[in-house]
């Protein structure tokens, strides 16, 4: 565990330094008999024992940021939260567990930094095989120095979360403490201030699904049928894209919600971060991985839109599961092309070299008190902080409940049928005392219809099937219906024996419509339509008849 410490000490020369004057450093560390270094080191700092220093510091982290994990555990207990997300959490533990495996130097090391990274190695095994003299101020001095760097970058996150909490969001506050998590770990393990590997992957733990659906579900549906559209052209078919739709021949093909890409995003970035981490990439190297995840995430969806296209229009006739086919083929293509960049980007270091320097143990010596005591000062203001930023939720007061003027009352029917008014659900009563609207729940004698009448634009306003999936509900996306000469979104909804079909739609004062909510938010965003807005989910115990005349693009993700 020594070299550890001894890592980040050394990181911290400049590379030129380090390539030009190797030969120095060896024998100006020689002649000063730097025999006693690492054990002066470990017995006042307690590095020897650091297992049990980096349990302290990620407890403290676990305590002060304790909502966080209260909202993960409700959110992936009540469904509404994606299960494989916390394939993401297990995936960096993983890669944790396995390089504390490997000795520290190694490990950094072999993060690939390239002809760097050999020269880190290399003298990184050489300060753990020779010793230091006992009484080096100016070692002990800098070893202080960088433990309390170390502590640094994740005390300012946690000070911001602290800050930010009472005007935050669930999510954003999650962010902030798995970015101090993810950099007390990267400098715990790798003598890093950030690994990007591994704080990728903790990020993406986090139940973000749901909100990624909702912010950029719409942005990658336009970008998947600009694509789209221009490929159809080249090939002389003279498809136009309107939002999400393309129009040709008297035809209307959508690229509905589930069409997205959004968990193909996601999944993207997790095979970038997990390789990343398995090949133990550099930060430049990560980056740029990831950032190759999105842009073939993204050409890999256009493809399947365009394909599914020549399907959905007639111009190809399939089977069925013709569209999870191209999906999986699609997916497939992306995997391989990621894996095949990974390897690419892989810079092999030269392990025999780096094995001719010994690994030796350290004995015990003295370090300056001062020093030490400076050490144990840094580690206490940094559990001092986490302490206190868990008492701030704690003295955290809710938001006063905003007035809704304007509110016209709901109307007395729907489709032609009186409505019956249904008193809400306790849970439902807490979640409309902090919604920009107003919130009613009604019965026709069959069906079961719920309206949310909407003030101004807000992430409050959920997607019905994140709704009955948090009730434990199976959900399947079904194509879009029209009903009246009125488009709605729609899917099944299944639990135990109960069947249900659930359709919805957002509409505003004007007769614009949106069959869901990421591309009602960004319209509202925009400016391209006004408050007040209803939005409307029925729910009924088995199909509506419709008169389908939109056709979507219903590949599997």
Known sequence: MLSREVTRLSRRSAPGDMDMHSSAAVGAMSSLGLKSMCAAVASRLDIRRLPSNWVLIVVA????TWPVWR????????????????????????????????????????????????????????LESMAVAPNNSRVQRAVVRQISVTLAFPALLVLAYAASYAFLSPLPRGMLAMAAMGTAVSALWYGRRVDIPILGLLLISLPVMASLNFYLGYPLRVIAGTVTEAL????????????????????????????????????????????????????????????????????????????????EAGLIPGPEFLHEAIGLVMFAFAAATLFV??????????????????????????????????????????????????????????????????????????EGKSLRAIPLSTIEENFAQSFPGN?????????????????????????ASDCFKGSGYHVKPLPLERINNQTWGAFSAERGTQQLHVREAIADGNGKRWTDVSAWYWAAIRGETQPPWMAITVAASGPTQTDISVVPLTGAE
């Not at 026709?444 to 306003?461: F, H, Y």
Request: with cysteine; charged share 15%.
């Open 71 to 126: 909202w993960m555990a409700h959110r992936f207990a009540d469904g509404s939260g994606d299960m494989w997300e916390l394939l993401a959490a297990v995936t960096a533990i993983a890669m944790l567990v396995r390089d504390q495996r490997a000795t520290p130097s190694e490990a950094m090391a072999q993060r690939r930094d390239g002809p760097r990274s050999t020269m880190v190695m290399l003298r990184n095994r050489m």
């Open 61 to 64: 982290l676990a305590i002060a």
């Open 232 to 311: 159809l052209q080249m090939n002389g078919i003279a498809a136009v894209r309107d939002g999400a739709q393309l129009q040709w021949n008297d035809q209307v093909i959508a690229i509905d919600a589930p069409c997205s890409g959004v968990k193909m995003l996601w999944t993207g970035a997790y095979l970038s971060f997990s390789l990343a981490a398995l090949m133990r990439l550099s930060t430049l190297r990560s980056i740029a991985l990831a950032s190759l995840a999105v842009v073939v995430v993204i050409a890999a969806n256009a493809m399947r839109a365009t394909s599914l296209f020549y399907v």
């Open 341 to 414: 960049a990974a390897r690419k980007l892989v810079t092999h270091v030269d392990a025999e070299h780096a094995a001719s320097f010994p690994r030796s143990g350290c004995g015990s010596a003295s370090i300056h008190p001062g020093s030490s005591e400076r050490g144990a000062t840094s580690a206490c203001l940094f559990i001092a902080v986490c302490l206190l930023a868990a008492l701030v939720p704690l003295a955290t007061l809710e938001p006063a409940t905003a007035a809704h003027a304007g509110f016209p009352g709901w109307p007395s029917e729907f």
């Open 439 to 463: 919130i009613g729940r009604f019965s026709d004698g069959r069906r079961e219809i719920v309206m949310r009448w909407i003030a101004s634009p807000t992430r409050k306003l959920h997607p």
